[in-house]
């Protein structure tokens, strides 16, 4: 299939190309860019006329719900509704039921999201056994059957000496580990310590859980980068404060090999906006004050933050229409993941190149060598490279709501909101994973 997309403007922050131009694709490669092969004839045009055509979005968290969790989401419906949202790849944690701490469940997930031919699927590993904090896992054989990087989820590490040695471990083969920074006695609560929590009698997790486990991380990466021969890249997940962000850029200005990440949620959510229990706002980590909000905008504009993710968790109606402390955390975010990034530019005057960079270089940097073949073009638009992209079309508006969502999880702190752009096609690997106009007839 020989597809090309015309008139639309091209916009790459990886090679800072924004002009227009169209892309002649063939094999599941872009073959010309502008400049067409004299002999490219196509058997498909898509009309990208007054569209913006990006790479193809890159989501570093995103649960599938697979295997275990069916009744809350499938492979295949979640990799729809990440297509939908313009994501191409994207990266799911290991907290699985079973974990992914065999390389069998591994070689079994990529199998299956590689024949639905939807979104590219990397899957983290399980850094110890069962997440339990106990035991490490078989990195080597893990990588080999398709890990990225390995990492706890949302379970943090008790025993210190575990944590040194898993680093030490992974340096000793160059792995990636990555970490949601928050102390295990201090992150118990549901909700950011604060005036709200304590009025509406929620147990709080302080900003010092993140900040002790930060510092914690960065004294342990600094005795493992001392080590000869030795090279492990740490990425701290879903960075919530304005302290711990703050503790981010030392580590950065220092010179660790430290990169980071934030959720939509907290880019645009604070604990003001639980209102009276509202449990969409069950979230991990918890929504913060406006000062740490604001500090995250700021970082993640002047390039202190990597990427932006979705963070998406589709829950169950039943596990989140609880109490707001027995409610299950988690929401569904992902084909909100682009207007999220949209609006928050246009409320604070950031280049559309900036917004599309945190969603595409900035996490495809993260993942770097652990994409193989795929790190030369995944996260950005260079000839010979695949063919990952996404049309959207910067003038379309549309509502959140159940009818409008294809992820099974509907819950979500901004059902009802109003979100700036649309997509209207992603390619993957040269195919038509998403097409709206057909969508909207379906």
Sequence with gaps: MKTLIQGGRLIDPASGTDRL??????????????????????????????????????????????????????????????????????????DTEPVLDEPGLVQMLKYRAERLHQSR???????????????????VELTDSGCVAFSQAEVPIVNTQVLQ?????????????????QDFWLGKGVAASGPLATRLGLAGIPVSAEVIALQTLFELLRGVCKAPGTQVQLHLC??????????????????????????????????????????????????????????LRRGLADGTIDALVSDHNPVDADAKI??????????????????????????????????????????????????????SSIGRVVEGGVADLCVIDP???????????????KHTPFGGH??????RATLVAGQLAYDALAASRA
């Design 418 to 423: 109003e979100l700036p752009v649309s997509v």
């Design 21 to 94: 131009a169209d892309i002649a694709i063939a094999a599941g490669r872009i073959v010309g860019i502008g400049q067409l092969p004299a002999d490219f004839t196509p058997n498909r045009v898509i009309d990208a006329s007054g569209c913006i055509v990006a790479p193809g979005l890159v989501d570093l968290s995103m649960r599938l719900r697979e295997p275990g969790q069916e009744y809350a989401g499938m492979l295949a419906s979640e990799t729809a509704a990440a297509v939908a949202g313009g994501v191409t790849s994207l990266v799911c944690p290991p």
């Design 238 to 295: 879903r960075i919530s404060s304005a302290a711990g962000l703050e503790l981010v850029r030392q580590a950065k200005a220092e010179g660790l090999p430290v990169t980071c990440d934030i959720s939509v949620h907290n880019l645009h959510l604070t604990d003001i906006d639980i209102g009276y229990f509202d449990s969409r706002l069950r979230l991990q980590p918890p929504v913060r004050q406006q000062r740490d909000r604001e500090a």
């Design 165 to 181: 040695r898993a680093l030490q471990y992974a340096a000793t083969f160059g792995y990636s580990v990555w970490l949601r920074p």
């Design 395 to 409: 003038k379309a508006y549309w509502t959140v709501g159940e009818d409008t969502l294809r992820s099974r999880g």
């Design 121 to 139: 699927v990397f899957p983290l590993g399980a850094l110890t056994r069962g997440l339990k904090g106990e035991v490490l896992t078989e990195m």
């Design 322 to 375: 609880l109490p707001f402390a027995e409610a299950e955390a988690g929401a569904t975010a992902v084909e909100l993941l682009l207007g999220l990034a949209w609006k928050w530019a246009e409320q604070d005057g950031v280049p559309l190149a900036r917004a599309l960079a945190v969603l595409t270089q900035g996490p495809a940097a993260v993942l770097g060598n652990s994409l193989g073949t795929l790190a």
